[in-house]
Each structure stands twice: as C-alpha cells, then as structure tokens.
C-alpha cells in the first residue's frame, strides 16, 4: 500500500442515519477544507473540536485531527454526514475531486501500523472488533487492542534476546571467568511453557472470534425445534407433533456460556419415501458430519433401546446425548450411552444449564468456560510454534555445548515470535493480514 497519498472513504455504513467519511493523508486538511465549509476553515488552531458547516448545502460536522495524535499518525480530516447515500456519496465525491484516492481495504489501520500507533496483533484485534459476535469476543478484542497480548510476547522476545547474548558471550570470552548464568536451559524451558500456555489458548480464541456450529441432530419428534428455539431465545422453528416437519436444517445464531454458535436444526433421521423429506435428510448428514459440537436429541418416549442403538451407530464422535422430554418422564431410568448425557426438557427448560455445561466440557475441557484474557489466532500459533521447535533445540544445543548454534536457534526463536506484532513482518505476510479487512477500517 501507498503511504504516502491522501486517502478517503467511509468509516461507518452508508445507509444510517449519520455517515462519517474519514481522510487520511499529507493532504488532508486541503482535502477537507475544499469538501468542507464553516464559519472558519479546519485548522490546527482547532484541532480535535468539532465544527459545524456545510458540504453542498448539505449541514456536516467535521473534525481535524494533525498527526502523529490520530489513528492513522498521519493528519485526518472525520466529515459526519447525513448517511443516506445520496449525501454520503455526494462527500465522498467531491473528496475524490480534491485529490484523495479511495482507500484500500484495511488501509487506514495499515497505517497506524506502519507508523507506529498499532502493532501487528492489535492491528488484527482492529478487524476483531469489528466482527466481534459476542460479548466475550469483544472483550477479547478490546484486550488485545489495548496491547495485552503484545505485551506478553514482547517479554518473551526480550527473555530470548538476554539468553542470546549470553550464548554470544561465552563465544566472544570462552577464556574469561565471567559469571554466566548457569540456568540457561531451565530459562529456555520456561519459555516453552509459557508458549504451550498461549497456544492452548487457540481453540477457545477461535471459538470467540468465529463461533461454533452446533447441529441438532436425532430421530423426528424428538424435539430438536423446540431445543433450538429454547436455546435461541425466540421461535425459529416451527414446531409440531406431527413427525418430519422439519424437512431443511433451520439455522439461526445464538450465544452459549458466551462463545457465539450458529444453531443448526436438521430433519429427523429415518427412512423415508419422501423424495422431499429424503433430500432434508442428505442435508442433515452433511450438517452433522460439517459439524463442531452435536447435541443428538433422544425420545424417551419411544423405543429407549431403538433410540440408544441409533445413537451409537449414527452420532459422531464427542456429540452430547440429550434425553428431551424429562418432564414426561420424570422418573425414567434412562441408558446412558458411553459419552456426554444429559436430560432436559425443550419445552419446561429445566435442566438447560446441565446441557450448557456439557457444551463447555466438550469445547474446551472446562466445567464452566470462562473468557481467556488473550487468545492467539491461527497466524499467531503458527509462529509459536515454530519458535518453540527453536526453543527445543537451542536448549540441546547449549547443553552440548554448542553455543553457536544455541545462539542461532535462540535468533531463530525471537524471529518467528517478532512476526507476531510485527517487529519483523514482509510485505507478504502485511497483504495477508490486512486483506480480509473492511474499506475504511
């Protein structure tokens, strides 16, 4: 991306009731002052206050903002418009014929990181927020914005630095009697124990910021449209005594001990003749086999042995066996199949709170989940991982001996860990970052 134009586009939706058009850019006080008129033009003098005038004839707020103190550490020009897109595009407009050009995806928060508002990881935590479907995830997002995250893998980079110029040292000096530390390779494997704790963050980080697909999933009738609309809040799904109502998987998002789900219900699993119930049918295979937690919703007022047989046989690996119905059968003995059982009732709701913690359990192997206070993404793991393979073997190198190589490897280490916030990044990995971002953001 090109630093150093000025560049302009809509920081919020077109459509609302206010649009803000940001500029960025050596040229955004021109810029903004020939969109924009007041009783008096943009300046430093009012730098940071906002004003009110015109563009066209159209009334707008606007806002100057000098560098290096704006999000982007260039000078910014915030023009708030009305936000129906005639107005919003008419600002737009006329920014363009002042010069600007329109920003690339991600481009404003590009610039924070190139100068230096923003790292790499908050840089991503920028796109988080944005796409945060949960309370938790955007608090997670906040955290990370806020440097916590950074702040933790900055420490770790400089812990490695310190254990390099040991390793050089005992090259530069080998004759010397200098006061080496003797516990190089016990501080290299509480390195590697910290990473171990990050990356075990993933799995729930990625729930956060993606969420799950949960797949309702057992024979018609067993409730599973009722369970969706319990755990959704609302009525989604018709419901109905009569079998193979549901004949396409019904899907809706909801939140669930705070990690965002898509809900999926799917048509009851039997035979049929039914060449539309058939179809329904093959859909409710490829949901469950697509699917990352299965609650298969058992009838105990049915065939108790029909219904576990088919449990064992269909359900995938890790699905929770949810016995429905609990307020017909209060008493019932039921068969336990050999994984995670509950009993619940759809339609009283009792015992729902059993079958959420089953969903933490099998998640993330925790009673109750709560939020990490950081969570690495993928980009991030991956690069931890790398520097933990370092870490393994600069650790063998200086027992050997090898101080050399223990020094390289430790280099090697810091590397892949700098690429997380950025301290060493190529254009490659920038383009991989910021593509998935909004224009605007």
Request: charged content about 25%; overall charge negative.
């Amino acid at each position: 991306m090109n630093t150093s134009d000025t560049i302009a586009a809509p920081a919020t939706a077109i459509g609302g009731a206010v649009t803000i058009i940001r500029i960025a850019g050596p040229g955004a006080l021109t810029a903004g002052n020939t969109v924009w008129h007041g009783r008096r033009p943009l300046s430093g003098a009012d730098a940071r206050k906002m004003q009110l005038g015109k563009i066209g004839g159209d009334p707008a707020l606007a806002v100057y903002m000098p560098g290096p103190h704006s999000y982007t550490g260039d000078d910014v020009v915030e023009l708030q418009c009305h936000g129906g897109a005639a107005a919003a595009n008419a600002a737009l407009r006329a920014a363009f014929a002042a010069g600007c050009r329109l920003a690339e995806p991600g481009e404003f928060t590009f610039r924070a990181f190139v100068n230096g508002k923003l790292d790499l990881l908050q840089s991503e935590a920028v796109a988080d927020l944005v796409s945060s479907g949960s309370e938790a995830a955007l608090a997670l997002a906040e955290r990370q914005l806020a440097g916590t995250l950074s702040e933790k893998l900055n420490s770790v980079i400089d812990r490695i630095d310190d254990l390099r110029s040991e390793c050089e040292a005992r090259l530069d000096f080998p004759d010397e009697d200098l006061d080496f530390s003797s516990g190089i390779a016990a501080e290299i494997s509480a390195l590697r124990v910290e990473l171990h704790r990050l990356l075990a963050t993933r799995s729930l980080g990625d729930s956060l910021r993606d969420g799950v697909r949960v797949v309702l999933a057992g024979r018609p009738n067993a409730g599973k449209s009722s369970l969706l609309n319990r755990l959704a809040g609302f009525d989604r799904a018709i419901v109905s005594a009569i079998p193979g109502t549901t004949r396409d998987t019904v899907e809706c998002d909801a939140v669930l001990r705070g990690i965002p789900v898509k809900l999926i219900d799917t048509a009851g699993l039997r035979e049929s003749t039914d060449a539309v119930e058939q179809l329904g049918i093959e859909r409710s295979r490829r949901s469950i086999a697509a699917a990352q937690i299965t609650f298969w919703v058992l009838d105990p007022t049915g065939d108790l042995d029909a219904e576990t047989a088919e449990f064992n046989q269909l359900a995938p690996p890790g699905a929770i066996a949810v016995w429905n119905k609990s307020d017909l059968v209060p008493e019932m003995r039921l068969p336990e199949p050999a994984t995670e059982t509950v009993r619940i009732s759809a339609r009283t709701g009792a015992n729902l709170d059993e079958l959420l913690d089953a969903f933490g359990r099998t998640l993330c192997a925790a009673e109750h989940p709560e939020p990490p206070e950081v969570a690495v993404n993928a980009r991030c793991a991956a690069a931890l991982e790398s520097a933990d393979r370092s870490l393994e073997q600069a650790s063998g190198q200086f027992i050997s001996a090898n101080f050399e190589l223990a020094a390289a490897e430790l280099a090697t280490a810091a590397h892949a860990i700098g690429t997380t916030v950025g301290r060493t990044a190529d254009p490659d990995l920038l383009d991989r970052v910021f593509q998935n971002f909004c224009i605007g953001k």
